[in-house]
């Protein structure tokens, strides 16, 4: 099984330039997620979804956007990158909120992103 | 605001020793999750730990939930090198990232076992 599948794996960029990391998994679950990881920081959420059609700011939105037109995909766009941006991207999966007890979150294995 | 702390941030020990991480917090949650992350690679979850006392074991690793649901450790019996990675526990927080409730997570344990 794939589960979730990140893509790109690594990506550099310039500042101002904008790109698109892609997210998609194959569980048919209705949560997504995108974090960020700064070393020593931990997880942080920039936007989740709870299904198609519908998504909503986590604690650090500013700078981003989603979009979520399908089950399976959860693409998250950064417009005008920033050196604060520079970051590890996880996307994330679940099959009901993730504060149930019984629907642990799926990761993918991350973006590693650098803003020069 | 740090919700969730936890100790140590790093830890180096030889392969056989015991160990405990701690993960604590002055608020509430509906249930803890721990999660283990190797370099280049998104967290595995572990364990989910939903009632307060609640003890849970996984080989070699032992799961506790405090009474008030507030903390959380994990403990590993007899390390090895394969248990070498970043611990995360997590929180689950209604109202927390949204009306829906997301989980929090804290900044993590390094360990590193040596053989």
């Known amino acids: 099984n794939a589960g979730v599948t990140q893509t790109p794996k690594f990506r550099i960029l310039k500042i101002g330039q904008s790109m698109t990391l892609q997210c998609a998994q194959d569980?048919?679950?209705?949560?997504m997620y995108w974090y960020r990881q700064d070393p020593g920081m931990g997880l942080k959420l920039i936007y989740y979804?709870?299904?198609?059609?519908?998504?909503d700011k986590g604690e650090v939105p500013n700078g981003y956007n989603v979009s979520r037109s399908t089950t399976e995909d959860f693409p998250l766009r950064l417009e005008l990158a920033a050196p604060s941006q520079t970051s590890v991207y996880f996307c994330a999966s679940s099959y009901s909120t993730g504060v149930a007890y019984n629907s642990p979150l799926h990761f993918g294995n991350g973006t590693r992103l650098t803003v020069t | 605001t740090q919700l969730l702390e936890q100790s140590p941030q790093f830890l180096s020990i030889q392969e056989g020793e015991n160990l405990t991480v701690y993960c604590n917090s002055s608020?509430?949650?509906?249930?803890l999750q721990w999660y283990r992350q190797e370099p280049g690679e998104g967290p595995v979850l572990l364990v989910t730990v939903v009632t307060g006392g609640e003890v849970k074991k996984l080989k070699r690793l032992t799961f506790q939930f405090g009474d008030a649901r507030k903390d959380s450790s994990l403990h590993i019996t007899a390390a090895q090198p394969g248990d070498t990675g970043l611990y995360l526990c997590?929180?689950?927080?209604?109202?927390?990232?949204?009306?829906?409730?997301?989980?929090?997570f804290g900044k993590g344990t390094k360990l590193s076992v040596k053989p």
């Open positions: 979804s709870v299904g198609a059609g519908i998504t």
């Open positions: 569980m048919n679950h209705n949560y």
């Open positions: 608020s509430v949650f509906s249930s």
């Open positions: 997590a929180g689950g927080k209604m109202n927390y990232g949204g009306s829906q409730g997301n989980l929090i």
